[in-house]
């Protein structure tokens, strides 16, 4: 779908804190929808394969919808599937055609130890959740998380590739969501602000904020985390039994606040350096909200 511009800023002008609350109550609606469907389906799989690009929300989401099974009574256990990455290296990492490591692809999974442990947690055995620790490029065996599913129990597995045919395309029985900031912001008939420029945006804030990476290499990695998106990514999300929009009208008039950090940061070597220009030049169209504003648990 598509939210307009106009109306966005006429909400928040007249009332900015009720604008935000009610985005997010309506995002809360899309995860409770989620939620009632998983427990549905617990006959046929208690297994949840939730994927999306980077920057949808996946992790918060999938810490959401355990939220809201829990209060329905159904014990969630939320896994990433980053823990299940093979450590870098000549051996298991595939090379783009520049010959760089393909980060992005699937075959930096551990696909067969992900698919052992889907079928033993089918058969109600229990498996040790491996911890990969990117710091070390390696798989910390000595942090491992044992899980069990007991009856009435399900587990989310959440990650970029959880749909790919070499795991979702294996387990058709599991019930599987693809979630990512799908709509674009419009004035008229013109694209003010595309859903991908959320997705950018989201990504430098957090991994500036979190992750200690400087927008810059944000940047400068963009071009290939959307390489993989469509070769990797986006040709499995119609397996999903569920697709989720995670944009919120409202979070882009909070983000115009790193603009001018954004603009800073972006160099012109840049493949995509014209597109980001855009991207930020269009922040000023939109009424800011104080990010004070915002629910502590807003996705």
Same mark, same amino acid.
């Given at each position: 779908?598509?939210?307009?511009?106009?109306?966005?800023?006429?909400?928040?002008?007249?009332?900015?804190?009720?604008?935000?609350?009610?985005?997010?109550?309506?995002?809360?609606?899309?995860?409770?929808?989620?939620?009632?469907?998983?427990?549905?389906?617990?006959?046929?799989?208690?297994?949840?394969?939730?994927?999306?690009?980077?920057?949808?929300?996946?992790?918060?989401?999938?810490?959401?919808?355990?939220?809201?099974?829990?209060?329905?009574?159904?014990?969630?256990?939320?896994?990433?599937?980053?823990?299940?990455?093979?450590?870098?290296?000549?051996?298991?990492?595939?090379?783009?055609?520049?010959?760089?490591?393909?980060?992005?692809?699937?075959?930096?999974?551990?696909?067969?130890?992900?698919?052992?442990?889907?079928?033993?947690?089918?058969?109600?055995?229990?498996?040790?959740?491996?911890?990969?620790?990117?710091?070390?490029?390696?798989?910390?065996?000595?942090?491992?998380?044992?899980?069990? /599913?007991?009856?009435?129990?399900?587990?989310?597995?959440?990650?970029?590739?959880?749909?790919?045919?070499?795991?979702?395309?294996?387990?058709?029985?599991?019930?599987?969501?693809?979630?990512?900031?799908?709509?674009?912001?419009?004035?008229?008939?013109?694209?003010?602000?595309?859903?991908?420029?959320?997705?950018?945006?989201?990504?430098?804030?957090?991994?500036?904020?979190?992750?200690?990476?400087?927008?810059?290499?944000?940047?400068?990695?963009?071009?290939?985390?959307?390489?993989?998106?469509?070769?990797?990514?986006?040709?499995?999300?119609?397996?999903?039994?569920?697709? /989720?929009?995670?944009? /919120?009208?409202?979070?882009?008039?909070?983000?115009?606040?790193?603009?001018?950090?954004?603009?800073?940061?972006?160099?012109?070597?840049?493949?995509?350096?014209?597109?980001?220009?855009?991207?930020?030049?269009?922040?000023?169209?939109?009424?800011?909200?104080?990010?004070?504003?915002?629910?502590?648990?807003? /996705?």
């Amino acid at each position: 779908m598509a939210y307009s511009l106009k109306e966005i800023n006429d909400a928040v002008r007249s009332d900015p804190k009720g604008f935000a609350e009610a985005c997010d109550a309506a995002f809360a609606k899309k995860v409770e929808t989620a939620a009632q469907k998983i427990a549905d389906h617990r006959k046929e799989s208690r297994i949840i394969l939730l994927s999306g690009p980077s920057g949808s929300g996946k992790t918060t989401t999938a810490l959401k919808i355990e939220e809201q099974l829990e209060k329905m009574g159904i014990q969630t256990h939320t896994i990433s599937m980053d823990n299940y990455f093979r450590p870098i290296s000549p051996e298991y990492t595939p090379r783009t055609s520049d010959g760089l490591y393909d980060l992005e692809s699937p075959l930096c999974m551990d696909m067969d130890l992900l698919n052992e442990h889907f079928d033993a947690l089918n058969r109600g055995e229990e498996i040790c959740v491996p911890y990969y620790d990117f710091a070390r490029n390696l798989r910390d065996t000595s942090r491992c998380q044992p899980i069990r /599913l007991q009856k009435d129990e399900v587990v989310v597995f959440e990650g970029i590739h959880a749909l790919n045919d070499d795991l979702g395309g294996a387990h058709p029985e599991a019930f599987k969501i693809y979630l990512s900031a799908r709509s674009n912001m419009m004035d008229g008939s013109e694209t003010v602000f595309k859903g991908t420029w959320i997705r950018l945006t989201r990504r430098s804030v957090r991994d500036m904020n979190f992750r200690g990476s400087d927008v810059t290499t944000t940047f400068a990695l963009w071009a290939n985390v959307r390489r993989g998106e469509k070769l990797y990514i986006s040709p499995y999300k119609y397996r999903a039994n569920l697709i /989720l929009d995670t944009a /919120l009208p409202y979070e882009i008039c909070v983000f115009g606040q790193y603009a001018p950090i954004l603009r800073q940061a972006l160099p012109k070597e840049n493949v995509r350096h014209r597109e980001m220009g855009r991207m930020i030049d269009a922040f000023s169209q939109f009424v800011p909200i104080d990010p004070s504003l915002v629910a502590p648990d807003s /996705l």
